[in-house]
């Protein structure tokens, strides 16, 4: 499968888990540091694939976390707030990663201009949907659709999917929504279905990559590219 790495698209989301696992979970937590240690490892692991053949890369940068509802129903960080009910500070964490995620596909298309580094922004889709909910068809854009209540209907002592337990004598226990139609996220910062619609939307039309790129153009060269070699393959049997 080697001789096929370089007729392939390769599509990356990293750094959501670093942050909103293990941001501000210390009162010295270094913003710029965790997001340089995201950055260098996101950058070795580009470089490996880079090293075996992978030539077209699509990176999603991170959604604004700040508006997810397991960060809301978390008390890390300095609890301020932004217009429209999001996290500042973690918001503000993801925003530092995107412009480093950035500044790193400039760097490595210089570097490695063989290839394609393309970024695919599902930030400001995801941020136009909590500002204006109704063009998604969105209701409850700051709610989880599984959760265990509260504000956001997100529990972090209960979470979607995990036990019911006790705590402080209410008995916790995660339900689902109606409709997840109407909600972007989930449970804790995953999309709902519907809303991945308009994530898909944004790579498969090219309005959220850049540099341009027409992926559906890519896939069907990349078919006829394997076809060719695969029936060459079988010639030599």
Request: net charge negative; with cysteine.
């Amino acid at each position: 499968m080697a001789e096929h790495f370089s007729e392939s698209i390769y599509f990356f989301e990293a750094g959501s888990n670093d942050y909103s696992i293990y941001g501000f979970t210390t009162d010295d937590y270094d913003t710029s540091a965790s997001v340089n240690t995201t950055i260098a490892y996101m950058k070795i692991a580009f470089e490996a694939l880079y090293t075996v053949g992978a030539r077209i890369f699509i990176v999603m940068n991170v959604v604004p976390l700040g508006c997810a509802p397991g960060i809301l129903a978390d008390n890390r960080g300095n609890g301020t707030y932004d217009a429209y009910g999001c996290r500042a500070d973690f918001n503000d964490l993801a925003d530092l990663h995107n412009n480093r995620l950035a500044e790193l596909l400039e760097d490595l298309r210089a570097d490695y201009p063989e290839a394609q580094w393309i970024l695919f922004d599902a930030h400001s889709i995801y941020m136009d949907a909590v500002r204006n909910p109704s063009n998604y068809g969105v209701k409850y854009p700051l709610q989880a659709c599984c959760g265990a209540g509260g504000p956001y209907n997100c529990r972090t002592e209960v979470s979607c999917a995990d036990n019911p337990k006790y705590v402080n004598g209410t008995y916790l226990q995660w339900t689902t929504c109606d409709d997840p139609s109407l909600y972007i996220v989930w449970d804790t910062i995953h999309p709902v279905e519907s809303f991945g619609y308009y994530l898909a939307q944004g790579v498969l039309t090219g309005s959220h990559l850049t540099p341009s790129f027409d992926i559906l153009e890519a896939v069907q060269s990349i078919k006829t590219a394997v076809s060719s070699s695969d029936k060459a393959y079988q010639g030599e049997q």
